[in-house]
């Protein structure tokens, strides 16, 4: 891990009255650099060639003679060939030079390697980077060993396909398209068998990915990610914030479950196994008697991520749950950083934001709200590492 005082070194050289939001462009991107904007701060997009009109052309910002923004809300775009160069040299060079503190997302994790964001990156990030690598399943201090550790709830884990005997969702990598699942389910080894033959025939998944999958029983019932934010600025109030709630589209799953039964039943053999890519979210809330038991599952990670990586969590993260028949929590994947739906709440905020802060409030805008608070305060590096 590269050391604190390295960070805090390029941090001292900062103009803490010209700090900018820095981003990689994808993921998250827009909500972040929306927030910021809203907050009065500029913005630094990372773009890969090819990838880069939604940033550098339809959301570019176009400021008055007076520096206030008119439209749009990326002001600046650094370009790459591919993202993996964000972390090199000369992209870390302009960011500290444009004085960006960097707000890490999903895409900047895989695209870049966790290896080069722990070792390499010194450029200071809003968040807690040594937490970053539990997102990765099968690490050996996943997000599974913390929720364990923390006494949280999550689908029981299936150990081998043998073992099978009630519906198990197979969670793995997909074979071309690295970042997305090539996840299936089963309720019974035969079922496992066929399933996973008829992936791997198509080229969805391979026996190398499928060997490593983490098995777990399906929890059935409604998905809900529920987007916290933990300020170790904050010292009259709770600490944790509930921002706002999503819930994701999956294709091809979604479409599976517009289909009647016969219909679903007459596709053919390619079509009857659906994929789980995500490619967009919705809104949510939860009744009120849930919400208690919300915070209560935020409360025992944050505890449990100051003891077990200090100094812990800041600023956002997602705990992704489902809800069975009997209104019980299950978690079944963490984001330890801002997380990937938080887009639906861009600009006019969620009901719980609003509602706590009184204004429109996004996940990205609290974050960029964190950020001023530290400059004002002189406590920026409370919130970066």
């Known amino acids: 891990m590269i050391s604190r005082d390295r960070v805090l070194d390029n941090l001292a050289k900062y103009s803490k ?3 900018k ?5 994808s993921h998250s ?3 972040v650099c929306d927030g910021a904007v809203d907050e009065g701060f500029r913005t630094v997009a990372i773009a890969q060639e090819g990838r880069d009109r939604t940033y550098a052309h339809y959301f570019k910002a176009y400021r008055d003679p007076h520096g206030k923004i008119v ?3 990326v002001d600046e775009v650094i370009m790459v060939k591919k993202f993996k160069e964000a972390t090199g040299a000369d992209v870390q060079r302009e960011l500290m030079a444009r004085n960006a503190l960097f707000v890490p997302n999903r895409s900047f994790t895989s695209y870049c390697g966790m290896d080069a964001v722990e070792n390499d990156f010194a450029v200071p990030l809003v968040g807690s980077r040594n937490l970053l690598r539990s997102e990765d399943r099968g690490s050996q201090r996943d997000y599974y060993w913390l929720l364990e550790q923390a006494g949280l709830p999550f689908p029981k884990k299936v150990k081998r396909p043998e073992d099978i005997d009630k519906l198990t969702i197979i969670k793995l990598h997909h074979k071309v398209k690295k970042l997305e699942r090539g996840f299936f389910t089963a309720s019974t080894l035969e079922e496992y068998q066929r399933k996973s033959d008829q992936l791997i025939s198509q080229g969805v998944i391979d026996k190398e990915s499928l060997e490593e999958a983490r098995m777990e029983e399906y929890v059935i019932g409604p998905v809900f990610n529920l987007d916290f934010f933990y300020s170790p600025l904050e010292e009259r109030a709770s600490r944790i914030e509930l921002i706002g709630i999503d819930w994701r589209f999956e294709s091809s799953l979604d479409g599976h479950v517009r289909l009647p039964a016969e219909q679903q039943l007459a ?3 390619k079509q009857r196994v659906p994929e789980y890519t995500v490619c967009g979210h919705n809104s949510a809330t939860l009744r009120e008697s849930l919400l208690e038991n919300a915070f209560e599952l935020a409360e025992k990670y944050v505890k449990a ?3 077990h990586f200090a100094p812990g969590m800041i600023g956002p993260f997602c705990l992704q749950t489902c809800v069975d028949k009997d209104l019980n929590f299950f978690i ?4 330890p950083r801002i997380g990937g739906g938080t887009n639906v709440h861009m600009s006019v905020g969620h009901a719980y934001g609003n509602a706590l802060w009184r204004g429109p409030t ?3 805008r609290r974050l960029a709200m964190e950020v001023r608070r530290a400059i004002e305060q002189e406590r920026v590096k409370e919130i970066v590492t």
């Open 17 to 19: 009255k010209q700090i």
């Open 21 to 25: 939001i820095g981003v990689l462009a």
């Open 29 to 31: 991107a827009l909500d």
């Open 71 to 73: 439209r749009g809300l």
């Open 267 to 269: 596709l053919n053999e």
């Open 305 to 307: 991520t100051q003891r």
């Open 332 to 335: 079944y994947d963490v984001a």
């Open 362 to 364: 996004s996940t990205g």
